[in-house]
Nanobody, 129 residues
């Protein structure tokens, strides 16, 4: 059983930056795609970014493309989300997740939440205007 624990959230002014981290414990995730999702109050959980097991391919929601960067360090069993030029509409709880059906999948990482099996508890990101 894997445990994912997000950290790095907080309160930041519009235009600022945050870096989220999500180390995994209990099971290696280096062979699997991982993703970041977010959920704002009163809204459904939405896709933010995903990365293949190798890190060679990344995928982003249009709303964050060019501002957010997903990366991973398989030696540390950790995935990151660098968020730059933050906007008030980025305010949400951010979750990381792992897709255990994607072992060594080549160049694709799912952008659909149901594809992901294990989730962290989330970290709050609040962007003030």
């Amino acid at each position: 059983q894997v445990q994912l624990v997000e950290s790095g959230g907080g309160l930041v002014q519009a235009g600022g930056s945050l870096r989220l981290s999500c180390p995994a414990s209990g099971r290696t995730v280096s062979s699997y795609a991982m993703g970041w999702f977010r959920q704002a109050p009163g809204k459904e959980r939405e896709f933010v970014a995903a990365i293949t097991w190798s890190g060679r391919s990344t995928f982003y929601a249009d709303s964050v493309k060019g501002r957010f960067t997903i990366s991973r360090d398989n030696a540390k069993n950790t995935v990151y989300l660098q968020m730059n030029n933050l906007k008030p509409e980025d305010t949400a709880v951010y979750y990381c997740a792992v897709d255990f059906s994607s072992r060594y999948s080549g160049s694709y990482a799912s952008q659909s939440a149901p594809s992901y099996d294990s989730w962290g508890q989330g970290t709050q990101v609040t962007v003030s205007s």
